[in-house]
């Protein structure tokens, strides 16, 4: 990850904390969690998810993609398994530091986070959403752009092994950065901010961890981030955003794999 980028990240992460006292301050806070310990509460949630959407994500990015992390598990030589360690790590940092926190400090449950069964509503959107992403992903796959970073795994033979593993370790990450960006974090900044106060801040940090990524993918993810967020408002839970970005991640990769001059498919398991 270049440096530069980096540092770019975690300036735009210290002008939004300092746009979250501004909301703070002015937004409907709910005087009962001022007797409450900082961490069992409304406040305590909203800090610990904007950390780790912001902080955690920082880390996220210097760990998934560290020489000295990549040499230790022996995966320097292997391109496969080097993206599948990053998927794993976002695992960790995006999903599981969440979950820590929940279960040992919140006085909220996961369905207060939008970790709620999918209605009819949810599967409404995904379907109008996937047809949506789908076509754009379609006729965009074998643009240069796309294609210098998609498929991210670069190995000249795909199987139904490399497909298979890829497609698990996609569902894991996306999973878990659903639950921080629409679940832990935007039902936190809710509480604290309102609606539109809640989905500006979280729009703004998710375009902002699209940075290493280049402009075309932060900018794009300003409209996705309001769509997505309101949504979720809407259907009360993250399974929308979760099932619709899987399906951008998948078809992108599936389409990029047809597109790509020096990638073919191998319709066998070896």
């Not at 076509?135 to 998609?150: E, G, V």
């Not at 298979?164 to 996306?174: D, E, I, P, V």
Request: hydrophobic share 50%.
């Amino acid at each position: 990850m270049n440096p530069q980028t980096l540092i770019d990240v975690v300036k735009s992460v210290g002008f939004i904390s300092d746009c979250l006292r501004f909301f703070i301050h002015f937004g409907p806070v709910n005087s009962d969690s001022m007797h409450m310990s900082i961490l069992n509460s409304d406040i305590g949630d909203f800090i610990i998810s904007f950390l780790v959407a912001s902080l955690g994500f920082v880390f996220y990015l210097i760990i998934k993609d560290s020489l000295r992390v990549h040499e230790r598990l022996r995966i320097t030589e292997n391109n496969t398994l080097q993206i599948i360690f990053q998927r794993i790590t976002g695992v960790f940092f995006l999903g599981l530091l969440p979950v820590f926190f929940i279960l040992g400090f919140s006085g909220h449950s996961f369905k207060d986070f939008g970790m709620v069964m999918p209605g009819a509503d949810s599967w409404l959107w995904t379907g109008i959403l996937g047809v949506i992403v789908v076509l754009i992903n379609y006729f965009n796959a074998s643009s240069k752009d796309n294609l210098k970073q998609y498929p991210q795994i670069r190995c000249s033979k795909w199987t139904l092994n490399t497909l298979l593993l890829s497609a698990l370790s996609w569902t894991a990450y996306l999973l878990a950065y659903e639950f921080l960006f629409r679940g832990f974090f935007f039902f936190s900044s809710l509480r604290i901010l309102g609606l539109w106060p809640a989905i500006l801040v979280n729009t703004g940090i998710y375009s902002l961890v699209h940075i290493p990524k280049g402009s075309r993918e932060t900018l794009g993810a300003i409209p996705l981030g309001v769509v997505l967020c309101y949504l979720t408002y809407k259907t009360g839970g993250i399974w929308m955003a979760f099932m619709v970005h899987l399906i951008m991640a998948l078809s992108n990769e599936w389409f990029s794999i047809k597109a790509h001059p020096k990638i073919t498919f191998v319709n066998s398991w070896k």
